[in-house]
């Protein structure tokens, strides 16, 4: 399968500081990139969905203004966690897909990034 | 009711036996469906894709779809300890976006 990279794999910062976590595709262009976001021994959780040159659509409930989407090119997406808290402390993961509306284009995922808030 | 529901876990079958994985879904419009295999604090890994109806065979691997009955199956033969993880079933309506079951834990015993 294609290759997403994600980068770094796991995170501490002190709470009220930001985060930033990249994703890429490394080997095909990524037109849409997933943000997910799994507590222990529960599932992924969708958080936003980011297509290349434009704003991300949010999940509801899931505050934008915290959490700072950019998918500035076709390889790569950022999540910013801002001011983070300890309740913010989760697997952060993303995934990519290449063709737009293409039925049964499979999303890839990155390795993921734990983030503790301490 | 959940979009996406999975059989609730543990389950563990004995090396060398057949492993069943269920799930069933609400939305009628789904289109892809999707196998995901998760160990512990790593990130999901795509093992199986199926799109209509009927077997899809990979290796150990074999999908079943069942789009009337809203049902999507993952059976894993000749189970190995290596198998033992979370399986996630991933439905999507087309655009790309997947909802996620609460996925099963698999326990292969030697």
């Known amino acids: 399968g294609a290759v997403v990279s994600q980068h770094p794999s796991w995170v501490i910062c002190k709470s009220g500081t930001s985060v930033k976590i990249e994703c890429r595709s490394l080997?095909?262009?990524?037109?849409?990139m997933f943000w997910y976001r799994q507590f222990p021994k529960q599932s992924l959780m969708l958080m936003a969905t980011?297509?290349?040159?434009?704003?991300?659509?949010?999940e509801q409930g899931v505050e934008k203004d915290k959490f700072l989407i950019n998918h500035a090119s076709l390889t790569l997406s950022t999540l910013t966690v801002t001011s983070a808290h300890p309740e913010d402390s989760s697997f952060y993961i993303c995934?990519?897909?290449?063709?737009?509306?293409?039925?049964?284009?499979?999303?890839?995922f990155g390795q993921g990034t734990r983030l503790t808030v301490v | 009711q959940k979009e996406v529901e999975q059989n609730s876990g543990p389950l563990s079958v004995p090396e060398g036996a057949i492993a069943s994985l269920n799930c069933t879904y609400s939305?009628?419009?789904?289109?892809?469906f999707f196998w995901y295999r998760q160990y512990s604090g790593k990130s999901p890994e795509l093992i199986m894709s199926?799109?209509?109806?009927g077997d899809k065979e990979d290796g150990r691997f074999t999908a079943q779809l069942n789009k009337a009955s809203q049902y999507v199956s993952l059976l894993i033969r000749d189970s190995q300890p290596s198998d033992s993880a979370t399986y996630l079933c991933?439905?999507?309506?087309?655009?790309?976006?997947?909802?996620f079951g609460d996925g099963t834990t698999l326990t292969v015993k030697p």
């Open positions: 991933a439905v999507s309506t087309g655009a790309g976006k997947s909802t």
């Open positions: 199926i799109y209509s109806n």
């Open positions: 939305d009628r419009g789904s289109q892809s």
């Open positions: 080997d095909f262009q990524a037109t849409t």
């Open positions: 995934s990519a897909r290449g063709s737009p509306g293409a039925q049964g284009t499979e999303a890839f």
């Open positions: 980011s297509n290349e040159g434009s704003k991300a659509t949010y």
